[in-house]
C-alpha cells in the first residue's frame, strides 16, 4: 500500500524558523537549502514579507521518539485497557494477529503526520523463529513512510509472565487455563551466542542510511546476567546501541531491591550494561545514587510521560536528572494522551508536569526541546549533531500553520514559542522532511495510502475477534491472580 509519492526538497521558505527552539528566538523569513538530505544553507532575511512565499508558516527540526513499539492497533481495541502495567501487560498476548507490516506502518504514518522524523521501535515479540521476517517487513514500512528508524531486536530469556520464575506463576492460575498459557504464552528461547548471531543477521537484512539496529534487552528483570553480559561484550565491540525498559513501576523497584539488595543499577553496571550506548526507557523509580551512576557512565533514560499516567507507574523524576546531569530524551511508547500519536501535545504535557516553579530543577525550554531533539536523535541514530537547523544538519524539519495557531493572538502580547507550546498538534502541521524527502504534505502522509492501511489492520484485527473472545475469560482469570500475587508482596519475598 506504499504510494511513492516522496519528493526530495531542495528548498524551503518559512516566516519563521526556529533554527533552536528553546535557546533561541525565531528567525524571520528564512530560507533553507538542502542537498543529498543534508542542510546546506540557511538565510534570514529578517523580515517575514521578504519570504515569497510560507509567510504563515514556522519550522524547526522534527521530533524524535526515543521510545515506541510501533503498534497500529491501539491497545484498547484488543481489550487492554489501562491500568496497572503488571496486569496491562500479559494482555498483549492477545494481540489478534495483523500483518506487521501494515501495522508498522499504520503507526509510523500516524507520528509522521505528527511532526516525528526519527522512531526507536522497540519489538516486543516473543516469537523468535519470525524475527527476521518481522524486522524485514517493519523497516520497509519504515521505509515507505520516509522516517528514520531504529529496530530494537528484543533479547529475553526468562520471567515471561511476570516477576517471579514462568512454572512458579503457572501454578498459581487456574488449572484449566495452563495449556493456553503455555502454548500462547511461553517459548524456549534461545542461548545468548544464538541471540548475538540473529542481530547480526537481522542488522545484515535491513540496515542502510535511515535504518539502524540495537539491542534490546526487553527489561534487564527478563533477562539472565549471561545473556547481559553477553549483550554488553556485544555492543562494546560493534558500538550498537543498547535499549531497555528500565524501572518501569513500583512493583519493579520491588522487585529489583530484593533481588539485589546491593543495587540493582549497580549490578548492571558491573555486567557492563550502562555506557553511553545505553537508553533506559521510563526511569519513573530511579533513585538519586542510580541516576549519578547513569549521569557517569553516559547513559540516558527515555522518558513516557503519557504511558506512565496510562499506566498508573508515576512520574518520573526529571528533576533529578537536571540535578545529576543525565542525559534525557522523550518517547510516546504507543500509548499517547488520546491514542492520537499527537507528538506535540506528549511535548506539552511533559512541560506542565516537570517545569513546576516550586521544583529545585524545573525543566527548562531549552531542556525540554534538548529532549525531543538531540538526545532522543542520539539515542535512535546514534549520531550526536541534530537539533539545530545549520549547514551540514541532517535535513529533518516539520513545518507547522503558525498563522492558524495565532489566529487569536493580540501582537505583542505572546512570545511565539510560547504560542507552540500551547498549540502545537497534529492538526497544524503542514509539511515534515526526512532526509532531505518531503513525507508529508498538507498533513496527510505522502509514502502510504493511510486510510487504506487502517481499513486493512482494522479488517484483520476483527477477523480474529472470534478467537479474541475465547481468549478473554483466560485473561481476565490470569489478570485476577498476578493481581493477588502482586498484593501479597510474592515478587519481593526473595
Known amino acids: 500500500m506504499a504510494t511513492n509519492r516522496t519528493k526530495q526538497v531542495s528548498t524551503l521558505r518559512v516566516g519563521r524558523l526556529f533554527a533552536t527552539p528553546g535557546r533561541r528566538p525565531p528567525n524571520y523569513g528564512a530560507t533553507v537549502r538542502i542537498d543529498n538530505g543534508v542542510i546546506v544553507g540557511v538565510k534570514t532575511a529578517g523580515r517575514i514579507d521578504d519570504v515569497r512565499s510560507g509567510r504563515h508558516l514556522v519550522a524547526m527540526p522534527a521530533l524524535a521518539n526515543a521510545h515506541d513499539h510501533g503498534r497500529g492497533l491501539h491497545h484498547v481495541a484488543f481489550g487492554a485497557k489501562d ?26 504514518g500516524r507520528l509522521a503526520r505528527a511532526g516525528v522524523g526519527s522512531v526507536m521501535h522497540v519489538h516486543s515479540s516473543i516469537l523468535v523463529h519470525r524475527l527476521i521476517d518481522d524486522a524485514e517487513a517493519i523497516c520497509r514500512a519504515a521505509r515507505d ?11 529475553r530469556d526468562k520471567q515471561s509472565l511476570g516477576h517471579a520464575d514462568d512454572e512458579e506463576l503457572i501454578a498459581l492460575h487456574d488449572p484449566r487455563d495452563h495449556d493456553t498459557i503455555r502454548q500462547t504464552w511461553l517459548y ?30 526487553n527489561s534487564p528483570q527478563a533477562c539472565t546476567d549471561a545473556l547481559l553480559e553477553r549483550i554488553a561484550a556485544s555492543a562494546a565491540a560493534d558500538g550498537r546501541r543498547v535499549t531497555t525498559h528500565f524501572l518501569e513501576t513500583r512493583v519493579q523497584r520491588q522487585w529489583a531491591d530484593a533481588t539485589y539488595p546491593q543495587g540493582f543499577v549497580k549490578h548492571l553496571d558491573q555486567l557492563g550494561v550502562l555506557s553511553e550506548r545505553f537508553t533506559g526507557a521510563h526511569g519513573v523509580w530511579l533513585r538519586p545514587d542510580d541516576v549519578d551512576l547513569l549521569a557517569e557512565r553516559g547513559a540516558q533514560i ?14 518520573a523524576p526529571v528533576a533529578q536528572y537536571i540535578k545529576s546531569g543525565m542525559r534525557f530524551s522523550f518517547g510516546i511508547d504507543s500509548f499517547s494522551f488520546d ?22 530543577a524545573p525543566l527548562a525550554t531549552e531542556k525540554l ?24 544538519a541532517p535535513a529533518d524539519l516539520v513545518v507547522l500553520d503558525y498563522d492558524a495557531m495565532a489566529y487569536d493572538i493580540i501582537e505583542g502580547m505572546a512570545e511565539e514559542l510560547d504560542i507552540i507550546l500551547t498549540r502545537a498538534g497534529n ?8 532526509a532531505g524527502r518531503e513525507i508529508v504534505r498538507g498533513g496527510k502522509v505522502l509514502g502510504i495510502d493511510m486510510d487504506a492501511v487502517e481499513k486493512e489492520v482494522l479488517a484483520q484485527a476483527r477477523a480474529a ?16 491472580t498476578l493481581d493477588e500475587f502482586y498484593r501479597s508482596g510474592k515478587h519481593a519475598a526473595q
Open 427 to 434: 492538526r497544524y502541521i503542514d509539511r515534515v522532511i526526512v
Open 83 to 108: 491500568q496497572q502495567f503488571e496486569l496491562w501487560r500479559p494482555a498483549l498476548y492477545a494481540h489478534p494477529p495483523v500483518d506487521p507490516y501494515l501495522n508498522a506502518a499504520l503507526a509510523y
Open 369 to 392: 526541546f534538548e529532549g525531543w531533539h538531540r538526545n532522543a536523535f542520539y539515542a535512535v541514530n546514534n549520531s550526536d549533531d541534530y537539533g539545530e537547523v545549520k549547514a551540514g
Open 188 to 217: 524456549d528461547f534461545p542461548p545468548p551466542d544464538e541471540y548475538m548471531q540473529l542481530v547480526k543477521e537481522i542488522a545484515r537484512r535491513v540496515e542502510g542510511p535511515t535504518i539502524s539496529v540495537q539491542y534490546g534487552p
Open 465 to 480: 475477534g472470534d478467537d479474541m473472545r475465547q481468549l478473554k475469560p483466560v485473561l481476565d482469570r490470569s489478570t485476577a
Open 339 to 360: 491514542d492520537d500519536d499527537d507528538a506535540f501535545r506528549e511535548m506539552r504535557v511533559g512541560h506542565w508536569l516537570h517545569s513546576l516553579n516550586q521544583s529545585d
Open 302 to 315: 527515555a522518558v513516557n510521560t503519557s504511558s506512565n499516567l496510562r499506566l498508573r507507574s508515576g512520574i
Open 145 to 155: 513512510v520516509g522516517i528514520r528508524l531504529a529496530f530494537v531486536v528484543p533479547l
